[in-house]
Each structure stands twice: as structure tokens, then as C-alpha cells.
């Protein structure tokens, strides 16, 4: 079950296109994976389109700040010619982290969706809530689940994986040793 909190629309026809673009930011997330970066994709939405995207590339890009939502943040201010993205909506497969959420809040995005809560460093409800902080000058609507059991699992397996590939190599580093 998804949460909402403010004043969310909840119309079948928005929980549609929820999951639509959700399974866009997935497909995206799945990109990352495949070049062994942490699963996290993004869309951005204007008026019923996917004016941007980004999938997590800190890794590749040896740049901490390069997550799937300031990526596709950046993408659509480009398209927009604008810095303020008033009427966007940003749905994302992992709750943003504190450095996203004060971008979200600067660009002054409309809603933001995302399907995993991150509990370790959540900024929109699980550990912290930066988006909906009435000491700052702007509030986002927030939906969180959609398609959460899909998303976590994707991220759940990745880092299993790798776990068990640094268990491994650490294994491999001690035999070589002894």
C-alpha cells in the first residue's frame, strides 16, 4: 500500500499513471545495475511526459553527487530552460537521500513519488522529511510504495551480490596470503 501524505491526488487514473512512469524510473534503476552501480532510476514528468531520466552513475562518474535524481533533475531544468520545475513530478525507485531532497526542494518540484523507503537515510519521511519541513520555503506532495516490493527486491539483490563478491575476494586475498 502506498503512503501519501499532504493532499495527494488518489484517482484510479493517477495510481495508472503512478505505476506507468514508476516502471520507467525501474527500467532505469536495472540500467544501473548492469554497469554495477547501486539500482536507482529517475523520471521527471511535466504534463504527462518524460521530459528526463538519470540512473545512478557516482561510480562511473567518480562523482558522489551524480544520483539518479540529480541527474534527471539537471535534464529537465535543461528542458524547461528553467531552474524551477513547478509543476513536475519526480518518481524515483529509492526514497532520496538528504543531498536530493534539498535539490528537490530548491527546484521547487510539485511531487514526488518513489517506491522503496530508505530507512538509513530516507529525507522524504523514513529517517528525515526535508520535503515536507515547514521550516523551508517549499513543500512537496509526497506518494511513497508504488511498486515497492519490485524496486526493494532489485535493490536487495544487488547488494547481496555484492556482499557475497567482497566476501569472495576477501577469501581469495587470505588463501593467496597463506
Known amino acids: 500500500m502506498a503512503l501519501v501524505y499532504k493532499d495527494s491526488v488518489n484517482s484510479k487514473n493517477s495510481d495508472n499513471s503512478d505505476q506507468y512512469f514508476m516502471e520507467q524510473a525501474f527500467n532505469l534503476a536495472q540500467q544501473a545495475e548492469k554497469i554495477n552501480e547501486i539500482p536507482v532510476g529517475a523520471v521527471v514528468v511535466y504534463q504527462g511526459r518524460i521530459i528526463a531520466e538519470g540512473f545512478n552513475q ?35 525507485t529509492l526514497e532520496p537521500c538528504p543531498m536530493c531532497a534539498g535539490l528537490l526542494v530548491h527546484s521547487r518540484i510539485k511531487r514526488l513519488v518513489y517506491a522503496s523507503p530508505d530507512l538509513k537515510t ?46 569472495n575476494k576477501k577469501l581469495k586475498s587470505k588463501r593467496f596470503i597463506n
Open 58 to 92: 557516482s561510480i562511473l562518474h567518480n562523482d558522489p553527487s551524480a544520483h539518479a535524481e540529480m541527474l534527471a533533475i539537471r535534464q529537465a531544468g535543461k528542458y524547461l530552460n528553467n531552474y524551477r520545475l513547478l509543476d513536475c513530478t519526480l518518481y524515483v
Open 122 to 167: 530516507g529525507a522524504a519521511g523514513s529517517a528525515f522529511n526535508l520535503v515536507c519541513n515547514e521550516q523551508l520555503n517549499h513543500q512537496i506532495v509526497v506518494t511513497g510504495g508504488v511498486l515497492r516490493e519490485q524496486c526493494s527486491q532489485l535493490l536487495s539483490s544487488f547488494f547481496k551480490r555484492r556482499r557475497a563478491e567482497k566476501k
